[in-house]
């Protein structure tokens, strides 16, 4: 068996004060790292695990301890070892220190497609080329335009045998949601719009 590589797509956190101290509701973190890939032969949706935060006065993690295990101990230790660069708001008294937090970890699995790409600088071009392909219009043919210069993207181009992991998390999941031949509305990346095609799954036998 193959074993699949799936990407950490998004955080859904809840939490809880350690001890007797009152639930904190602004102790949302407000600077956190990319979770690790998690590579496995098992299909999962999500993991889940739970972790106890020591902070320091500043809100920087000063020490971090694994709760509960999401099944997998070898991901856990390299999840840890990110979260420990996570920051939060600066604790208001000693007991607020302590933070313990559920993080559920939504899961999408990483493929290598080939992925047609048409780039702009507005979104209002953007957004008139998308009419133009529900229209009808041919993304090939706008590819094609855009290498001669005759349009409004940036850029066009067909990108061959891409691993999906690549792309930022959202885009991944987008391109795993897209259906094979359809295109995307226009998304912004940094300061571009981007409309994404889906070619399909490549496979090293055909």
Same mark, same amino acid.
């Given at each position: 068996?193959?074993?699949?590589?799936?990407?950490?797509?998004?955080?859904?956190?809840?939490?809880?004060?350690?001890?007797?101290?009152?639930?904190?509701?602004?102790?949302?973190?407000?600077?956190?790292?990319?979770?690790?890939?998690?590579?496995?032969?098992?299909?999962?949706?999500?993991?889940?695990?739970?972790?106890?935060?020591?902070?320091?006065?500043?809100?920087?993690?000063?020490?971090?301890?694994?709760?509960?295990?999401?099944?997998?101990?070898?991901?856990?230790?390299?999840?840890?070892?990110?979260?420990?660069?996570?920051?939060?708001?600066?604790?208001?008294?000693?007991?607020?220190? *302590?933070?313990? #937090?559920?993080? =559920?970890?939504?899961?999408?699995?990483?493929?290598?497609?080939? +992925?047609?790409? @048409?780039?702009? !600088?507005?979104?209002?071009?953007?957004?008139?080329?998308?009419?133009?392909?529900?229209?009808?219009?041919?993304?090939?043919?706008?590819?094609?335009?855009?290498?001669?210069?005759?349009?409004?993207? *940036?850029?066009? #181009?067909?990108? =061959?045998?891409?691993?999906?992991?690549?792309?930022?998390?959202? +885009?991944?999941? @987008?391109?795993? !949601?897209?259906?094979?031949?359809?295109?995307?509305?226009?998304?912004?990346?940094?300061?571009?719009?981007?409309?994404?095609?889906?070619?399909?799954?490549?496979?090293?036998?055909?």
């Amino acid at each position: 068996m193959v074993t699949a590589t799936l990407l950490a797509a998004s955080l859904f956190l809840s939490h809880s004060m350690a001890g007797c101290a009152a639930q904190r509701e602004t102790a949302e973190p407000i600077r956190t790292t990319d979770l690790p890939v998690f590579e496995s032969d098992e299909e999962k949706d999500q993991l889940e695990f739970s972790v106890l935060f020591l902070l320091s006065e500043d809100g920087t993690v000063e020490d971090l301890q694994l709760i509960s295990s999401s099944g997998d101990a070898r991901w856990d230790s390299a999840a840890v070892d990110s979260m420990k660069n996570w920051q939060f708001p600066p604790p208001g008294d000693p007991e607020e220190k *302590l933070v313990r #937090r559920t993080v =559920k970890v939504e899961i999408i699995p990483s493929e290598t497609l080939h +992925i047609g790409e @048409l780039v702009f !600088q507005e979104k209002n071009d953007a957004d008139l080329i998308y009419s133009r392909l529900r229209a009808g219009a041919s993304f090939e043919r706008m590819v094609r335009e855009t290498q001669q210069g005759n349009t409004l993207a *940036l850029e066009g #181009r067909i990108r =061959k045998e891409v691993d999906t992991s690549e792309y930022p998390i959202e +885009i991944s999941k @987008l391109l795993a !949601q897209l259906e094979e031949g359809r295109f995307s509305k226009p998304v912004q990346v940094n300061d571009k719009f981007i409309i994404f095609k889906k070619y399909g799954v490549f496979r090293s036998d055909t």
